[in-house]
């Protein structure tokens, strides 16, 4: 389609990351363990059940069949400008335009944009473990490196090209999930235009920890809203020894939605997002549905 022109496609099939094994109290998951057999592993439904739902919720079964972990955290952010070679595109041709800025831009960013691109990241998979705390094990021509998930993926500045923080030459090995999965308190709660085969406007995954009827600690990791996968640590602690409400919940919202911008068609994801945080929270917190 004249989108990209790699140079050289390299197979890597032959390595030896297809892997799930038991890693400092949590999971080491090879870059090449496909999305179908991470999310039926049986420790994975077990003690990080959240990952299993968002892998689930994803793409289409025959897609999870071949979509590997490393595949999955290298998918592109992109929108159909980017796809389309008549219309200008800052990740195809750096310097050139956004056309998203002033065209059809109903699925795209509310926070983290720039005035370079304001596509979204359409994984799944990354929100949960972006909510998990995953870390990213890469290696390259220095060696081997370890990337918290938070640093591993990009806003897009003014270089919106660049989608990882990897350099030349390095590849992931792996994905280490923490040994804390918060398999009591989670939640994934998704958007989309249809129940399937569709990018989520809006997703949402929740982890708590709960003391009684307070919260001891929380996670939100929100996509379809941003060029990465969007966390906001200070609206997270503002959670800490808060009781578990709706009304806490929404003053949470508020925190994690300062600044967002809407374009003019996905003006309605501030909202839509707002309402997503809170039943996510509330259904991680076994409240059953928000009021509204």
């Known amino acids: 389609m004249e989108v990209e022109r790699p140079g050289r496609p390299v197979d890597i099939n032959h390595l030896p990351l297809g892997k799930v094994e038991a890693h400092e109290g949590g999971l080491r998951i090879g870059a090449l363990v496909t999305n179908s057999d991470l999310a039926y592993h049986p420790l994975v439904e077990a003690r990080y059940p959240l990952l299993a739902t968002a892998i689930l919720a994803g793409a289409s079964a025959q897609l999870r069949n071949m979509a590997t972990t490393g595949g999955n955290l290298l998918q592109r952010t992109r929108c159909y400008y980017f796809y389309d070679p008549a219309t200008p595109c800052n990740k195809r041709q750096p310097g050139i335009a956004c056309s ?164 003019g068609h996905n003006t309605f994801k501030i909202e839509l997002s707002r309402r997503v945080i809170v039943r996510a929270l509330t259904q991680a917190a076994g409240l059953g549905r928000p009021s509204s």
Request: net charge negative.
């Open 100 to 263: 998203a800025l002033e065209g059809i831009n109903r699925i795209h960013a509310i926070l983290g944009a720039s005035e370079h691109c304001i596509a979204t990241h359409p994984s799944d998979m990354c929100v949960a473990l972006a909510a998990l705390e995953a870390v990213v094990q890469v290696e390259g021509p220095a060696g081997a490196r370890a990337i918290p998930f938070a640093e591993f993926h990009r806003l897009p500045g003014d270089t919106p090209r660049v989608d990882t923080n990897l350099v030349q030459g390095e590849i992931i090995t792996a994905v280490d999930l923490p040994a804390r999965g918060f398999a009591e308190h989670h939640a994934d709660i998704q958007v989309r235009d249809r129940h399937s085969f569709a990018f989520a406007l809006v997703l949402a995954a929740a982890v708590l920890e709960m003391d009684g009827d307070r919260i001891r600690e929380a996670r939100l990791a929100l996509g379809g809203v941003a060029h990465k996968p969007w966390r906001d640590t200070e609206a997270e602690a503002s959670l800490r020894g808060q009781p578990a409400t709706e009304d806490v919940f929404r003053r949470m919202a508020e925190i994690v939605l300062t600044g967002a911008r809407g374009w």
